[in-house]
């Protein structure tokens, strides 16, 4: 293995430029040793860099032993915000993609240090995790993988924690132990995340050697990132500590420092005050018309809302943009602000200036289409020009995380970090000239005994600090610079921050009865933990998620389960909302709204009356359900509902490659965004606002005949390609993005729409086959193969055994290699139930009597639920039956399992829980009279007879040992060891699932196998 380049030469190669001098400090330092606990540096100071020394020190220490390396493979970097622009994000994924690509120098050196960790020709996957959406290229499916993930604190601590929002219980033990071993997690700015750095110490200690008989070897390390860091730190621990004065010691980093951002005071009048105030306003329009030009012409109340920040926030930005401002931010405290705000700038802006609005209540899809969009003209580092100027309307979602930067900032008084978390997006990268800035409030915010429910009695007390603190200038008005250096003077000057700082409740102590109850998964305890209490330190609203489809009719329920079993929701168009709010909004009543936009705030309210709009509850093919009552819709839901219902009241839509005349439906575009093969839905509703299109309008025709031909569909689709508009008058043809889906699914498979019409898969390529974003509910459902080809039972076995022994080989210590390789040869042995393998072959008895060999995947199964079901009555097997189960009765019976116990017990429980059950108890299946089970294995023939299967233990008896090993297993490997140990396994599957090695040919069916001929998968 080459030598590792040093950091700066490293730097260089990714930047083209030199690092701080505290950056090349830390990576020398962390190259050979542990990470500090805190990093005490001044915000845009270059943070987010710390990204590329913990690749740097994990590439050093590629050659280490796993027991010896402190530098962990997974990188996470966290924010307590619903960001909406993820600079980390974007940092990471061009270091990646530059590592992929390197031919030769220090990045060649440092990914084939990174490639000789996974055994892959990646060197380093990327990830993102926040409400709404998962993306990522591969993160979680390779335990061995380099990677860095990039968080909010809700995503990262629900997953430690078990429960991982937004995906199905019985994948959270995979994320638990990912999430838990092997790992590094930043958290920046963590003064505004204290009850979660808490629970972070918590899991550090739970996962040591005093509460594990065995632990696995993997490193685990914290990082807080903090101008504030935490009491308790040793001071040998906070970096750079005594070094500081040469780790900031740079030209330009003091440029940044020293920018003033000089912010003036501000009381937003109500109308009454304003228009008394008419007279004076007037004077000084005449002394200093440029200044006062938009003020003088500042909204009314009329135009768009009785707010009276609102009012001025919105004069405040026409100010900024009259004095020739090009890029201007507001950033305001709740939601219903900011659409106030927006709405007024664009009722008196017009045509002038474009103005964005970012909150966190848009769908993942429509925010990234808008950050991509805006982002060449906001970034910090050399943005291009606006043809006009922009005006970004935000909450709290761009305080952190965000590379974007402004010429001038109006913010709503928040608490004090907030602020400054606010004027860090202006004049990012220091200026020459002043950036200017205006501090608001209302009165009655600023006199109020009563505390803010997000900011609590920091806000005021921030504006009283402020108002102490300020300037008088000349003509009246009160300033302060929150220039970084400017206001970190002040701030050193006050004995105790904590009144001018967001209420930070601590996070309630983790017992290890809690994570006994927690790291129960499947089934879940009752009652349990309430999570959101270690995250924030309070219980926040319980949430669900949203998607809207313009294809399911509100008054014809009964297709609604078919139609989306067909089309199944993607996160990208998935939108986050409290469970009461949603409750409401079906029941069709006002709500008040007074949210922000920071994680785990705001609490549940009464919902009301109990009837509701009819809605779908998705949670998989074969457990969905409509419902009609508010009390069915439980917290973490994945509810589905007709576009028809509209969105206002739970968020806003931009309405850009939308579907539907509602402009809500975002299946087709999100299902591409998220990596699957393109898709395309020939349904009225759906194409409703293209049908004056006459070619469009004839395949729609076509499609929904009860007698289509794939030959004339064809056609009809090609006539729609050719489709050019001839004259001014002629109807347009559909939008590009929706043709170049049309173009990339028309050779596809062709299934029956439920609700009319057809709709069009484009088969799956090797890269979607990697990179597809996976199924929330796949892990139910076992029996189809992903590259739809059969595949037998001994080949899936085979691929499943070579990944196992890989993967446990570069995660774990030598003395589970073996296990690891007898789990896998057994883990679906439960495949060759008779009745099983006539479920994969369709029911067909002849096909299923006539097959040379077992089947463990069927080349493909029936997507209607109700055709799955009339499958598996027709063959006998009962209703939730379970291979894995089977596989482990059979494991029992006849395996050659080790004489070590605690190993023997970890073979028969990967097994068992490969699918997630058996955390601690089977699920309950009546199956009075199984037929015996017999068939090849690899090289062993097994023979269980009917009478002697049926006297067997039912998995899911108590006394079936199922549970009692569980618990064996957590104690010995502790809570997040055995979700390790079990991850690895589940893993495999996976990967043995999709890439697939052939005993005919020995040639393996995957995108990677040039990559992972030589290496670990």
């Not at 979680?140 to 995906?167: C, E, K, M, N, W």
């Not at 808490?198 to 390390?221: C, D, K, N, S, V």
């Amino acid at each position: 293995m080459s030598m590792s380049p040093d950091f700066p030469t490293f730097f260089a190669g990714l930047w083209g430029g030199e690092p701080f001098p505290w950056q090349t400090m830390l990576a020398e330092r962390v190259a050979t040793a542990e990470w500090p606990r805190a990093l005490d540096l001044p915000t845009a100071s270059g943070k987010t860099a710390c990204i590329d020394m913990a690749v740097y020190a994990l590439a050093a220490q590629a050659e280490r032993p796993l027991a010896e390396r402190t530098a962990p493979r997974r990188i996470w970097f966290v924010v307590d915000r619903r960001i909406v622009v993820d600079e980390a994000f974007e940092r990471a994924s061009t270091i990646a993609e530059k590592l992929a690509t390197a031919t030769g120098g220090p990045l060649k050196e440092v990914a084939d240090r990174l490639r000789a960790l996974s055994g892959t020709e990646r060197p380093l996957a990327v990830g993102r995790l926040r409400g709404g959406i998962r993306r990522d290229d591969g993160w979680a499916r390779l335990p061995s993988q380099p990677a860095i993930i990039t968080s909010t604190v809700d995503q990262l601590g629900s997953r430690l924690l078990f429960r991982g929002y937004g995906h199905s219980l019985l994948a959270a033990p995979i994320f638990a132990g990912l999430a838990a071993n092997d790992s590094l997690i930043f958290l920046d700015e963590a003064h505004c995340a204290v009850p979660f750095m808490q629970t972070l110490r918590a899991i550090e200690r739970y996962r040591g050697p005093q509460w594990a008989e065995e632990p696995i070897p993997a490193p685990f390390a914290l990082v807080v990132m903090s101008a504030t860091p935490p009491a308790g730190i040793p001071l040998d621990q906070i970096f750079p500590g005594q070094e500081r004065a040469a780790a900031l010691d740079d030209p330009e980093l003091e440029r940044r420092l020293r920018t003033s951002k000089p912010a003036e005071l501000v009381q937003a009048a109500s109308p009454r005050a304003r228009k008394s105030a008419g007279p004076q306003r007037a004077a000084a329009a005449r002394d200093e018309p440029e200044k006062t030009q938009a003020v003088l012409s500042e909204p009314t109340d009329a135009a768009g809302t009785d707010d009276p920040l609102a009012t001025a926030a919105a004069a405040r930005a026409r100010e900024f943009l009259h004095s020739g401002r090009r890029r201007v931010a507001v950033m305001v405290n709740r939601v219903r602000t900011a659409e106030a705000v927006s709405d007024a700038l664009r009722s008196a802006l017009g045509e002038e200036a474009d103005v964005i609005l970012l909150t966190g209540r848009i769908r993942p899809f429509e925010r990234d289409e808008l950050v991509e969009r805006w982002t060449p003209y906001l970034r910090a580092n050399q943005p291009e020009q606006p043809e006009k100027p922009v005006v970004v309307v935000a909450t709290q979602c761009l305080e952190v995380g965000a590379d974007f930067s402004f010429d001038a900032l109006v913010t709503e008084c928040a608490s004090l970090d907030a602020l400054r978390q606010r004027f860090g997006r202006l004049a990012r990268l220091g200026s020459q000239e002043p950036a200017p800035a205006a501090i608001l409030i209302r009165p009655e915010d600023a006199e109020s005994d009563e505390p803010d429910s997000i900011y609590g009695t920091a806000l005021r007390e921030t504006w009283k600090w402020l108002a102490a603190e300020a300037v008088e200038t000349e003509s009246g008005t009160k300033v302060v610079d929150f220039g970084v250096e400017a206001l970190e003077t002040r701030v050193q000057e006050i004995e105790d921050l904590s009144s001018l700082l967001a209420p930070a409740p601590d996070a309630p102590i983790l017992l290890p009865a809690h994570l006994d109850l927690l790291c129960q998964t499947a089934p879940p305890p009752h009652p349990q933990p309430e999570v959101s209490l270690y995250l924030h330190g309070r219980a926040g609203p319980q949430e669900v998620t949203v998607v809207w489809r313009c294809d399911l009719a509100p008054d014809d329920p009964g297709a609604w389960i078919e139609t989306i079993a067909l089309c199944p929701p993607v996160g990208a168009e998935m939108l986050q909302a409290p469970l009461w709010r949603v409750r409401a909004w079906l029941a069709e009543l006002p709500v008040p709204d007074d949210a922000g936009d920071v994680e785990g705030a705001g609490e549940d309210r009464e919902t009301g009356p109990a009837q509701i709009r009819p809605c779908l509850l998705w949670r998989g093919r074969e457990r969905s359900k409509v419902v009609r009552t508010a009390g069915e819709i439980a917290p973490g839901e994945v509810v589905v509902v007709p576009a028809a219902y509209g969105i206002a009241g739970l968020g806003h839509a931009t309405k850009a490659k939308a579907l539907g005349n509602e402009g809500l439906d975002l299946w087709e575009p999100a299902r591409a965004g998220a990596g699957h093969p393109a898709a395309i839905r020939l349904h009225p509703a759906v194409l409703a606002p293209w049908l004056a299109c006459p070619p469009l309008a004839e395949l729609l025709a076509v499609a929904t005949s009860r007698a289509w031909e794939r030959e004339e569909v064809q056609d009809a689709i090609q006539a729609v390609l050719d489709y050019e508009p001839q004259g001014e008058d002629a109807p347009p043809k559909p939008p590009d993005w929706w043709l170049e889906l049309l173009r990339g699914a028309r050779q596809g498979r062709f299934e029956d729409h439920p609700a009319g019409g057809l709709v069009l898969f484009a088969r799956a390529t090797p890269r979607t086959l990697r990179e597809a974003e996976p199924d929330l509910f796949a892990d139910d459902d076992d029996l189809a193969s992903a590259q739809d080809l059969a595949v037998t039972l001994d080949d899936h076995t085979a691929a499943v055994v070579r990944a196992a022994v890989r993967l446990a080989e570069r995660s774990l210590p030598a003395h589970f290699r073996d296990a690891f390789e007898l789990a896998a040869r057994w883990h679906d042995a439960g495949k060759l139930d008779e009745r099983f393998q006539l479920l994969l072959h369709h029911g067909d008895e002849v096909a299923a009597a006539l097959s040379a060999q077992p089947l463990a995947k069927s080349a493909s199964v029936p997507l209607s639920p109700a055709r799955r079901r009339a499958i598996r009555e027709a063959s006998g097997l009962p209703a939730g039956f379970r291979h894995e189960m089977l596989s482990l009765q059979l494991a029992e019976q006849f395996a050659k399992l080790p004489s070590d116990d605690s190993l023997r017990d970890l073979v028969l429980h990967l097994v068992a829980a490969h699918h997630g059950h058996a955390r601690p108890f089977a699920p309950v299946v009546s199956d009075p009279y199984p037929p015996g089970v017999s068939g090849p294995l690899g090289k062993e023939y097994i023979a269980l007879g009917a009478e002697a299967r049926t006297a067997l233990v039912p998995a899911h008896r108590i006394d079936s040992g199922v549970p009692e090993r569980f618990w064996r297993l957590t104690r010995r490997y502790g809570w997040w060891g055995l979700a390790y140990l079990e991850a690895i396994l589940r893993l495999a599957d996976w990967y043995g699932s999709v890439f697939v090695v052939r005993s005919d040919s020995n040639r393996e069916s995957a995108p990677w196998s040039n990559a992972v001929s030589n290496s670990a998968v």
